[in-house]
């Protein structure tokens, strides 16, 4: 029986020769302010790629939230307005820094966070957004920010499910002020752990490396609140060949979902589309579908790795149970959403088993 995983790295001995340089130099991290020689050629490359003018490479995106909370200054009594619909590192995030999350329904189209219930729920205690673009579909970043000018909100892309992805031609995690990425074993780019956060704030990226590193510029001078965040040179030794390699991971995952959109397209099931103006980097290829639990039972009895991201969107979670929020189309998704593998490891043959095998279920 064939398996096919819903995600899988796309490893050769290009990591496995960095690897072995790192260990063979022994220098395996780095506590500078500035980071270790690969962190530094890493940051250059995403730099490079999004448009960005700096970058600070951090242990998780996790992290990379956390951190740029803290570099923005938010903290108790603050609120930040966030999508449900997402993994809950995003409100974990919020919660260390002391802050309280406040949950804003999504937009069935793409999941993304609905400009309209941001607006509704913005007050003059709500200090930051952060629009989420989750499975690689952009948010409207054109409106969030539009509504952050006007209520005077610090803007925090959650992009990392999207890295590569673009809004109008910009690249997601560079259209607010802050743009935070993961680097887990899943992603489109993966370091088995890692991220990072881009800005064009010379000031805030200066922060964000002292957030990295217990608030230390140099030596043990301590001077704001930081932790150890730090990306180790391995890891970025692996995300440094990974960024090299990244247009072509992206362009073979974008012909995996053209094909499968292809084969499944005149059937009973919601597709993700573009919306004009974004390109995604289809790091899940999610589909809407009634009866979703059961497809998706016979689809792994027959290998597929058909996977539900997220069957219990964050406000429903024991931790943040809040029965008074009022989130139709986040409840709505969670029943029904299923994503499909496409990563770049899919042959054309994995493809047409999926769409056969979904077809014949329909």
């Known amino acids: ?16 020769t960095e690897v072995k340089k ?11 302010f500035q980071g270790g020689k690969r962190v530094q050629e890493l940051e250059s490359l995403l730099c490079k790629f999004t448009g960005s003018q700096n970058a600070v490479a951090i242990n998780s995106g996790t992290a990379a939230l956390h951190a740029a909370l803290l570099a923005l200054g938010i903290g108790k009594d603050d609120e930040v307005l966030l999508p449900s619909f997402t993994f809950l590192a995003t409100a974990n995030a919020v919660i260390a820094t002391g802050a309280k999350p406040i949950f804003v329904d999504i937009r069935r189209r793409d999941y993304t966070i609905d400009p309209e219930d941001l607006e509704r729920k913005a007050t003059n205690r709500s200090k930051a957004v952060i629009p989420v673009h989750l499975y690689g579909h952009p948010a409207d970043m054109k409106r969030i920010n539009e509504i952050a000018s006007k209520h ?29 990425f993961s680097f887990y074993a899943s992603k489109v780019l993966t370091s088995g752990e890692g991220g990072a956060i881009v800005t064009n704030s010379k000031k805030l990226a200066d922060r964000l490396r002292m957030v990295r590193n217990h608030g230390m510029l140099e030596g043990y001078d301590t001077r704001i609140f930081g932790l150890n965040l730090r990306l180790t040179e391995i890891n970025a030794a692996i995300a440094k060949v990974q960024m090299r390699k990244l247009k072509k991971m992206l362009q073979i995952r974008r012909k995996n979902a053209m094909m499968l959109t292809k084969l499944l397209q005149d059937h009973n099931i919601v597709l993700p589309k573009e919306n004009d103006g974004s390109k995604y980097n289809w790091y899940l290829y999610t589909v809407a579908i009634e009866n979703r639990d059961n497809i998706m039972n016979k689809l792994n009895s027959l290998g597929i790795g058909a996977t539900v991201y997220y069957r219990t969107p ?49």
């Open 152 to 180: 005077s909100l610090h803007v925090i892309e959650d992009a990392c499910q999207s890295l590569g992805s673009t809004y109008n031609g910009k690249q997601t995690g560079s259209i607010g002020e802050l743009g935070c």
């Open 314 to 362: 964050v406000h429903k979670i024991p931790f943040y149970a809040n029965s008074n929020v009022s989130l139709p189309n986040t409840e709505w998704a969670a029943e029904h959403v299923l994503s499909l593998p496409v990563h770049p490891l899919v042959t054309a043959g994995d493809i047409k088993y999926i769409a056969n095998s979904f077809r014949k279920m329909l």
């Open 22 to 32: 790192v260990m063979q130099e022994g220098n395996l991290t780095n506590s500078s």
């Open 1 to 16: 029986m064939k398996k096919i995983p819903i995600s899988k790295p796309f490893f050769n001995n290009e990591e496995i």
